[in-house]
C-alpha cells in the first residue's frame, strides 16, 4: 500500500504563504483522488481541498476557495498544497489523503480515504 509522507509545514505570518508536500511511495498515477484534511486542536478533523485526476475535478471547503491550490507533480510522486493569503484560523495539523486506486470520485468525508500522512504542522500567527 503506499506511504504518504507531508512536509513543507511551519511558522508563517498571517497573510504569508507555504507550500506543502506530501511524497508517495509509489507511482502516484496510480492514485485518481488525492485530498488535503486538517485538524486544529480541539476540533474535529475538517476537509481541505481534493482533485480528481480521473475526471478532471477539483473542490475546495469554502474556507479556503481562492486561497489555496491542490497539484500534483507526477514525475515526484508529489502532492501539493500552495497556501496562500494565510490566516490565523487556518493554523492546523495538515494531512494528505489518497482514496483507493479504483476510486475516481472526491469525497470530502476522511472515512472514504484509505491512505493517510503522518501529518504537518501549519501555525499561522496573527
Known amino acids: 500500500q503506499v506511504q504518504l509522507v507531508e512536509s513543507g509545514g511551519g511558522l508563517v505570518q498571517a497573510g504569508g504563504s507555504l507550500r506543502l508536500s506530501c511524497a508517495a511511495s509509489e507511482r502516484i498515477l496510480s492514485y485518481n483522488v488525492l485530498g488535503w484534511f486538517r485538524q486544529a486542536p480541539g476540533k474535529e478533523r475538517e476537509f481541505v481541498a481534493a482533485?480528481?485526476?480521473?475526471?478532471?475535478?477539483?473542490y475546495y471547503a469554502d474556507s479556503v476557495t481562492g486561497r489555496f491550490t491542490i497539484s500534483r507533480d507526477n514525475t515526484k510522486n508529489t502532492v501539493y498544497l500552495q497556501m496562500t493569503n494565510l490566516k490565523p484560523e487556518d493554523t492546523a495539523v495538515y494531512y494528505c489523503?489518497?482514496?483507493?486506486?479504483?476510486?475516481?470520485?472526491?469525497?470530502?468525508?476522511?472515512?472514504?480515504?484509505?491512505?493517510w500522512g503522518q501529518g504537518t504542522q501549519v501555525t499561522v500567527s496573527s
Open positions: 482533485r480528481s485526476w480521473g475526471v478532471g475535478s477539483t
Open positions: 489523503a489518497a482514496r483507493g486506486i479504483f476510486e475516481s470520485l472526491i469525497t470530502t468525508k476522511g472515512d472514504d480515504y484509505d491512505y
